[in-house]
Nanobody, 119 residues
Framework: VQLQASGGGLVQVGGSLKLSCAAS????????MGWYRRAPGKERELVAS??????ATYADSVLGRFTISRNSAANTTLQMNALKPEDTAVYSC???????????????WGQGTQVTVSS
């Protein structure tokens, strides 16, 4: 399973960015997809996640500003509005994938993409 993330970049305070993530592989059965971020000197934290039925979960710090969408079974986007300097971090796409052969789940991560919010 490979996760290809795109988007990110440099934006001013109050601006918007959109991150996209596409999963590829054979016989994909993806449960939850989401985004995590790691800011310098901090631990990785969950930003937002979404299940197959569209149930979304957000970190308190982004609630009302970020929106996660599940565009298809293997694609997700994160619309980030009203960005703040504290949103600056490396954002990574995540997918929890079910193996119907082993009947186990595995977590996969995409390459990180830098989001920088300048004040």
């Amino acid at each position: 399973v490979q996760l290809q993330a795109s988007g990110g970049g440099l934006v001013q305070v109050g601006g918007s960015l959109k991150l996209s993530c596409a999963a590829s592989g054979s016989n994909l059965h993806i449960n939850t997809m989401g985004w995590y971020r790691r800011a310098p000197g901090k631990e990785r934290e969950l930003v937002a996640s979404i299940t197959t039925d569209g149930t979304a979960t957000y970190a308190d710090s982004v609630l009302g500003r970020f929106t996660i969408s599940r565009n298809s079974a293997a694609n997700t986007t994160l619309q980030m509005n009203a960005l703040k300097p504290e949103d600056t971090a490396v954002y990574s796409c995540h997918a929890n994938v079910l193996s119907v052969v082993l009947w186990t789940t595995t977590d996969y991560w995409g390459q990180g993409t830098q989001v920088t919010v300048s004040s």
